[in-house]
């Protein structure tokens, strides 16, 4: 059972415009959110995160909502720009141990437009 | 300062043998997890290691197994390799406690078995 969802496997999007990227996740003793950028051939890179403790997080063009009660939380990138395109990861770390743990969704692919 | 490196990169072998893939951390950086990505799963989390110590588990068979030197470097094996282990094995390393965002991927080693 998929502890961590991303549900939509793609998303493209027009230059300059929104990106919004969502992720579900069932376990509410997460509590360490994540998201990773990777390219092909490539490692993810760490992103930006958000404690649970938190509903917001804002890192340059890149911000993360939570919301505990409907265990949901989106990426949103603003503007986007075509060397954003790549496949972002949302995980969850902090349930029963170690912060190594993460566990992450399936990605969604993001096409950037020019 | 040089980022986490895997070796080897890419990796070819038949169903019943073994294979070891190596990860050296970042310079410093103690705790080595690795990771499995394939795409009907995404990325699934193997063993995190510690001080040469396993430290955290994930939800694998026996034959993914791993450990770790006294300089931090890592090894994983898989013994009577199967057609699903066809994958990219993913290295992150970090610090001491991989905190949230705070763990660094290597490129991966892809395994291809026929």
């Known amino acids: 059972d998929q502890q961590v969802k991303q549900n939509s496997p793609s998303l493209s999007v027009q230059e300059g415009r929104i990106s919004i990227l969502n992720c579900d996740y069932t376990?509410?003793?997460?509590?360490?959110f994540l998201w990773y950028k990777k390219y092909p051939a490539e490692g993810p890179t760490f992103l930006i995160s958000i404690s649970s403790i938190k509903d917001k997080n804002e890192d340059g063009r890149f911000t993360v909502f939570l919301n505990k009660s409907a265990k949901h939380l989106s990426l949103h990138i603003v503007p986007s720009q075509p060397g954003d395109s790549a496949v972002y990861f949302c995980?969850?770390?902090?349930?029963?141990?170690?912060?190594?743990?993460?566990?992450f969704g399936k990605g969604t692919k993001l096409s950037v437009k020019p | 300062k040089a980022g986490v490196t895997q070796t080897p990169r890419y990796l070819i072998k038949t169903r019943g043998q073994q294979v070891t893939l190596s990860c050296s951390p970042i310079?410093?950086?103690?705790?080595v997890s690795w990771y499995q990505q394939t795409p009907g799963q995404g990325l699934q989390f193997l063993f995190e290691?510690?001080?040469?110590?396993?430290?955290n588990k994930g939800n694998f068979p026996g034959r993914f197994s791993g450990r770790q030197f006294s300089n931090s470097r890592s090894e994983m094996n898989v013994s009577t390799l199967e057609l699903g282990d066809s994958a990219l094995y993913l290295c992150?390393?970090?610090?001491?406690?991989?905190?949230?965002?705070?763990?660094?991927f290597g490129p991966g080693t892809r395994l291809l078995v026929l």
């Open positions: 992150a390393s970090s610090l001491k406690d991989p905190l949230p965002g705070a763990q660094y």
């Open positions: 376990n509410s003793m997460f509590d360490y």
């Open positions: 310079s410093g950086h103690r705790s």
């Open positions: 995980a969850a770390s902090g349930a029963g141990g170690s912060q190594g743990n993460l566990i």
């Open positions: 290691y510690f001080s040469e110590t396993q430290r």
